[in-house]
């Protein structure tokens, strides 16, 4: 199935007096509350004794289709996870016992939940996301991984069909120039149909909100 990948980003944190410790969206630059979109956090570890759970998650966790896909609903946020620590303006929030660990938080900036190391599984990660996406999305997370899936299965057969197109003209001993490009353009034309029905999906999606809290 296509892969969907990972679009991690690495936010500077304002410590400015008076921050909500309690409010990790208040310390993010403004677009990351008004996106009104929940957070993944995933705080990492370059420590030698945490590279078989960093490894486990990047093999299992982030390549699990639902957390992949579901990750697409929310913000994705990576840090050096040594570098939140004590003294950190949201270590309340964002601190605890172990590394590689992996929070999520809602739209509103209030803490969901974490795991961390040996607990930071595709199962735990995915429960989070659906309790912290129920907040925000009208639309649960199980049925928008499971649309989601859908279309990239009808992706992966057009994709096939453009292969197996190639493979037949590279072998082929007479050119059929015309009925290639009408089956080129008749691939062209479904996936684009796929394409417009995904982005129609994910507009509904992304429109279709509860009311945040004041």
């Not at 913000?75 to 660990?101: A, C, D, S």
């Not at 994910?202 to 009311?211: A, V």
């Amino acid at each position: 199935m296509a892969r969907i990948e990972f679009k991690w980003e690495d936010p500077k944190v304002n410590s400015y007096e008076g921050a909500n410790p309690d409010d990790f969206l208040s310390g993010l630059p403004a677009n990351y509350k008004t996106a009104g979109k929940p957070v993944i956090v995933f705080l990492t570890s370059e420590m030698t004794e945490d590279s078989q759970e960093m490894k486990n998650i990047e093999a299992s966790t982030l390549m699990d289709e639902s957390v992949a896909i579901g990750a697409t609903m929310f913000t994705q946020i990576k840090w050096n996870g040594l570098k939140v620590k004590e003294g950190h303006p949201y270590f309340k929030m964002l601190g605890g016992k172990e590394l590689p660990r992996m929070l999520v938080i809602d739209a509103n900036g209030e803490k969901v939940g974490a795991v961390e190391g040996k607990d930071v599984t595709a199962t735990k990660v995915f429960g989070l996301m659906k309790r912290a996406a129920s907040k925000s999305y009208k639309t649960d997370l199980d049925t928008i991984v499971k649309e989601t899936k859908t279309i990239l299965t009808e992706i992966d057969q057009i994709e096939a069909k453009r292969q197996a197109l190639q493979t037949k003209k590279s072998s082929s001993t007479v050119a059929k120039t015309a009925e290639w490009a009408k089956e080129e353009k008749a691939l062209d034309e479904q996936m684009k149909a796929i394409e417009a029905r995904e982005a129609a999906l994910k507009k509904k999606w992304t429109t279709d909100k509860k009311l945040a809290k004041a």
